[in-house]
């Protein structure tokens, strides 16, 4: 007497018939992925910030004034304050050195930039690019 059969043989062709389907399926996703790309790339940026502050949030929700504590909506709003207050220093601290060290830097390169392309000859005069209002200009 055989021993009774488990898992009895499947229709060949009906296996095959899926393994196509499948196939189908995931170069589908593959086309509609890269069609979604700047959209799947928003969601994914989006999903990091909100895995990797999520810690913030909850910290600013943990804060006690008196017997206040604000809510998850609040947290978010003073961390964005906060973010755009840093920001705001950043630029407002930082920004104006980082500006005129470009211009100096801009004005001595361009006269470096033609005292060496002078050894060129045709780049001496028809190069825009060493010219200092050209240099200034991008600053």
């Known amino acids: 007497?055989?021993?009774?059969?488990?898992?009895?043989?499947?229709?060949?062709?009906?296996?095959?018939?899926?393994y196509i389907l499948f196939t189908f399926l995931v170069m589908f996703?593959?086309?509609?992925?890269?069609?979604?790309?700047?959209?799947?790339?928003?969601?994914?940026?989006?999903?990091?910030?909100?895995v990797v502050l999520?810690?913030?949030v909850h910290a600013i929700m943990r804060w006690k004034i008196r017997s206040w504590s604000p809510n998850q909506g609040i947290s978010?709003?003073?961390?964005?304050?906060?973010?755009l207050g840093l920001l705001t220093l950043l630029?407002?601290?930082?920004?104006?050195?980082?500006?005129?060290?470009?211009?100096?830097?801009?004005?001595?390169?361009?006269?470096?930039?033609?005292?060496?392309?002078?050894?060129i000859p045709f780049t001496a005069t028809s190069s825009p690019w060493c010219r200092p209002s050209t240099a200034l200009a991008w600053i």
């Open 1 to 18: 007497m055989e021993p009774p059969i488990i898992n009895p043989p499947k229709d060949r062709s009906r296996e095959i018939r899926g």
């Open 29 to 50: 996703a593959s086309f509609l992925a890269w069609k979604l790309m700047h959209q799947l790339e928003i969601l994914y940026v989006s999903a990091i910030f909100a």
């Open 54 to 56: 999520t810690p913030v």
């Open 76 to 83: 978010v709003l003073v961390l964005m304050i906060g973010i």
């Open 91 to 119: 630029f407002w601290l930082g920004l104006p050195p980082v500006i005129s060290d470009l211009k100096q830097f801009a004005e001595g390169s361009s006269s470096r930039c033609t005292s060496s392309l002078r050894a």
